[in-house]
C-alpha cells in the first residue's frame, strides 16, 4: 500500500459518504506526513513497507487506546477506538495463522538454542525476523512464553 492508494481511497471515501473511513484516513494521511517531515522525503516516495509501519503503529495506539479507556469506564470511547482500528487494519497485510506462527517459533527456538524465559527478548527478535511483520510482537511474545520453560 503506498501513500498514493491511501489518497484514492480517502477520495472514495468522501464520494461515498463514510465518514468515519474518511476521518480516519485522514489521521493516516496526516501521521504519513509527519513520518516523510521525519525522514525528510516526500511523502509521495515512501516505501510501502514504511506506509505498513506508520498502520502498525497507529492500529497499536488503538488498541492501547481502547485499554486505557475501557479501565476508564469510557465505553464510547473504546468503541470510537475500535472502529478506526478496523478500518485501519484492513490495509495491512493478513496476519498468519496461530499454527503458522507456531512452526516459526519452533524453529527460532531450534535454531538460537533458546531454553529458558531469560531468552524471551533474543527470541522474540528471531521469531520477528523470520516473520517479515506477518506477526504482532505481543503475538509472538505471547507464543513464546508458553514455549519457553
Known sequence: MTYGDIMEELKGAMRAGETEKRDTLRLLQSALKNHAIDARTPVEELASEEVEGVIKKLVKQRKDSIAQFQTGGRADL???EEK??????????AEMSDEELLKLVKTA????????????????GAVMKLAGGAASGDRVREMLASELV
Open 78 to 80: 473504546a468503541e470510537q
Open 84 to 93: 478506526e482500528m478496523a478500518i485501519l487494519a484492513a490495509y495491512l497485510p
Open 109 to 124: 527456538i531450534a535454531e538460537g538454542g533458546f531454553s529458558s524465559k531469560a531468552d524471551l527478548g533474543k527470541a522474540t
